[in-house]
C-alpha cells in the first residue's frame, strides 16, 4: 500500500507560481512512475503531468506544458510540480498518484495509477 499526501495549494494570483509536493510511503519509491492529474469544478479529471521512476522521462498536458514542471526527490520520496503563469483554468484540485506496478511506459491515463493522494485545491483570483 501506498499512501501519498500532497501539500502547496492555495490562493494564488493570475500570472502566479506555486509549488506542490507529494509525499510518498514505500521503500521502493524510486520504482514508482508518478504523477498529477487535476479536476476542476464540473469537469472531468484530466491529465496534468507524469514523471518516472529515476526522473529521466516526463510527460505533460498541451495546456501546461512550458509552464509546468514535474520533478522528483527519490531520496525523500517526494514528487513535486513547479506552476508557472498560472491562470484562471488551472483552478482545480490537483490529486497526485501513484503507478507501482513496474510499467516502463509512463501513462498518462488514470486508470493506471492505483494509488492517489486526497487533492489539494488551487485557485486563481483574478
Known amino acids: 500500500q501506498v499512501q501519498l499526501v500532497e501539500n502547496g495549494g492555495g490562493l494564488v494570483q493570475t500570472g502566479g507560481s506555486l509549488r506542490l509536493s507529494c509525499a510518498a510511503s514505500g521503500r521502493t519509491f524510486n520504482n514508482y512512475n508518478m504523477a498529477w492529474f487535476r479536476q476542476a469544478p464540473g469537469k472531468e479529471r484530466e491529465f496534468v503531468a507524469a514523471i518516472s521512476g529515476f526522473g529521466p522521462t516526463t510527460r505533460y498536458a498541451d495546456s501546461v506544458k512550458g509552464r509546468f514542471t514535474i520533478s522528483r526527490d527519490n531520496a525523500k520520496n517526494t514528487v513535486f510540480l513547479q506552476m508557472n503563469s498560472l491562470n484562471p483554468d488551472d483552478t482545480a484540485v490537483y490529486f497526485c498518484?501513484?503507478?507501482?506496478?513496474?510499467?516502463?511506459?509512463?501513462?498518462?491515463?488514470?486508470?493506471?495509477?492505483?494509488?492517489w493522494g486526497q487533492g489539494t485545491q488551487v485557485t486563481l483570483s483574478s
Open positions: 498518484a501513484a503507478d507501482a506496478s513496474g510499467r516502463i511506459v509512463v501513462s498518462t491515463v488514470d486508470r493506471a495509477y492505483e494509488f
